[in-house]
């Protein structure tokens, strides 16, 4: 049986069945993931857009404005510093930190995305790469970006050894994804938009995000909640 992503655990029980895909629940840490995941080839196909139009992106005006809010907030971590936004599509919330004073990096799989970005963001540097050539740079930043990025990764594990392998000492790291355990989350979870495999292959709660950063060097320093919306959105900073 595989292990818990998080805790290292090896008894589960079923928790979910979407499209064919089980979810299961970790009987030690309660962290929901895939059981079986799907291979790294199966989750890379998911993301293949080669007939992505690079003249356009969905809503780019609804997008810039509200990374340009998502910064705001963000600002005093970044004003002056070295940032990278990690899985940044088309490049907004990176432009929107280099217009507020960061020197701004934007990290992507996507060929289209990354294509668009560059055309339309010029003074952000942009790389369409894995996180182990990525990596392998030697680059590190006092501050990271990467919202609705987690769920999607089959090897969390590595993702986390990416993300303190970027972090230089004090680094901030801003992070969202999906609170499965958000009262508004349907009492029948297969109802919930956001329990959609292959896209999604593991669902965080407060609980299991704060573990898996506290094994990974990272200490949680603020938590942003929204009534309204089941999203987990942390800031946390990578220990000296």
Avoid at 101 to 126: E, H, M, N, Q, T
Wanted: charged share 25%; aromatic share 12%; hydrophobic share 45%.
């Amino acid at each position: 049986m595989d292990a818990c992503p998080i805790c290292d655990g090896v008894q589960t029980a079923f928790y979910a069945r979407q499209d064919d895909y089980n979810f299961v629940v970790c009987r030690n840490c309660g962290f929901v993931f895939l059981l079986p995941m799907p291979s790294a080839a199966a989750l890379a196909a998911v993301y293949d857009d080669a007939a992505f139009d690079v003249a356009r992106y969905p809503k780019a005006r609804s997008r810039m404005r509200r990374a340009m809010f998502r910064a705001l907030g963000l600002w005093p971590h970044f004003f002056r510093k070295d940032a990278i936004d990690v899985g940044c599509g088309g490049g907004f919330v990176a432009e929107s930190m280099r217009r507020l004073g960061a020197r701004v990096a934007g990290l992507d799989i996507s060929p289209g995305s990354i294509a668009y970005a560059k055309d339309a963001f010029p003074g952000v540097r942009f790389f369409e790469e894995s996180f182990e050539t990525f990596l392998a740079r030697g680059e590190t930043f006092d501050f990271i970006h990467s919202s609705e990025v987690i769920e999607h990764i089959g090897d969390v594990k590595s993702y986390m050894a990416f993300l303190a392998g970027i972090a230089r000492p004090g680094a901030r790291v801003f992070l969202t994804t999906p609170d499965i355990a958000h009262p508004t989350v349907p009492e029948d979870v297969t109802k919930w938009d956001m329990l959609s495999p292959p896209r999604h292959v593991q669902l965080f709660t407060e609980a299991t995000l704060t573990r898996l950063f506290e094994a990974h060097g990272f200490d949680i320093v603020k938590r942003y909640y929204k009534k309204n919306a089941p999203t987990l959105q942390v800031l946390a900073r990578k220990r000296v």
